[in-house]
């Protein structure tokens, strides 16, 4: 079945390091990959997405490349900062008329370290 | 502030009761989605409305049920409550492809 697997589990950087967060998925026809931040007690937030089209896309210090082939899809941050800190997870869909289930991964958690 | 609302924020009851869940969608978005969040099974997808259809199933039980009605707004209902069905239950809405997700209602069953 549809499946998307995310590592680390938990990631603990100093600030101003980068770090990389890495999700493969199971479903060869997936064409869309979003990323969201979850703080605490709040819902999921969208910080970037993908979609299959394009190999990598950037918005300042978030970064999203995605392997096809492999299907594979990496978040990275770069010069990270205290308000980094939160959950994050990787997903993946089959967009198609209108049809738009997203498959989550298990989730990062990452801790900036001031 | 994503403009997704969800009521209420919490919900405390009783096991084999019913409880109705709301979620109001951004305005002009067609489709709302609905996850359930847990500790040992991460954000699974629920159910997808568009424009008031059922339009993708995820893994919902039979005791649970959601509707969307013509102002767009969805409610999930879920009954003969379990203790497992504690959890944190997200609606999201989208216009295109971005699913912008609501606070969340977080649901213990006593």
């Known amino acids: 079945g549809e499946n998307v697997e995310q590592h680390p589990s938990t990631l603990s950087v100093q600030e101003g390091d980068s770090a990389v967060i890495k999700c493969t998925y199971s479903?060869?026809?997936?064409?869309?990959f979003p990323w969201y931040k979850q703080e605490l007690g709040k819902g999921p937030q969208l910080i970037i997405d993908?979609?299959?089209?394009?190999g990598e896309k950037k918005d300042q210090r978030i970064a999203v490349t995605l392997n096809k082939t492999a299907k594979h899809f990496s978040l990275h941050i770069t010069e990270t900062q205290p308000e980094d800190s939160a959950v994050y997870f990787c997903?993946?869909?089959?967009?198609?008329?209108?049809?738009?289930?997203?498959?989550f991964g298990a989730g990062t958690r990452l801790a900036v370290h001031p | 502030d994503s403009g997704v609302t969800q009521t209420p924020k919490h919900l405390i009851t009783a096991t084999g009761q019913r409880v109705t869940l709301r979620c109001s969608p951004r305005s002009g978005d067609l489709s709302v989605y609905w996850y359930q969040q847990s500790l040992d099974q991460g954000l699974q997808f629920l159910i997808q409305y568009y424009n008031g259809e059922e339009r993708a199933k995820g893994n919902i039980l039979e005791r649970f049920s959601a509707q969307q009605f013509p102002d767009l707004h969805s409610e999930l209902n879920l009954s003969s409550l379990e203790l497992g069905d504690s959890a944190l239950y997200f609606c999201?809405?989208?216009?295109?492809?971005?699913?912008?997700f609501g606070p969340g209602t977080r649901l213990t069953v006593l």
């Open positions: 479903d060869s026809a997936s064409n869309y």
């Open positions: 997903a993946a869909s089959r967009l198609s008329g209108g049809y738009n289930k997203l498959i």
């Open positions: 999201a809405s989208s216009v295109e492809d971005t699913q912008y």
């Open positions: 993908i979609r299959s089209n394009v």
